[in-house]
């Protein structure tokens, strides 16, 4: 049985910092390419950050130069640590695993920045 967790999630003031993880299981973590995306409400699913089998990491532009994709294959964890949160930034963020003709994902961990 495949299960992706989130943690990491909460309330966080404009300005300031804070990692997600996703821990994966029943993968074969290494091979996959490991994203994060995030839904705010009345929007679609957006990719945010993913970090590919080969290490290479891909970031939408509103969040590069804050954001951080990571993965730990011992662990079988990936991390998203973001820096100078916007309120902006504020959603719901779902772990994914993905390699072709399978994707994952995890049950999502709330993100709301406010003053």
């Known amino acids: 049985q495949v299960q992706l967790v989130e943690s990491g999630g909460g309330l966080v003031h404009p300005g300031e910092s804070m990692t997600l993880s996703c821990a994966a299981s029943g993968i074969r973590f290494s091979t996959f390419r490991m994203g994060w995306y995030r839904q705010a409400p009345g929007k679609q699913r957006e990719l945010v950050a993913a970090v590919m089998d080969t290490g290479d990491t891909h970031y939408r532009e509103t969040v590069k130069g804050r954001f951080t994709v990571s993965r730990d294959n011992n662990k079988n964890t990936v991390y998203l640590q973001m820096n100078s949160l916007k309120s902006e930034d504020t959603a719901v963020y779902y772990c994914?695993?993905?390699?072709?003709?399978?994707?994952?994902w995890g049950q999502g961990t709330q993100v709301a920045v406010s003053s």
């Open positions: 994914n695993a993905w390699k072709l003709g399978w994707t994952y």
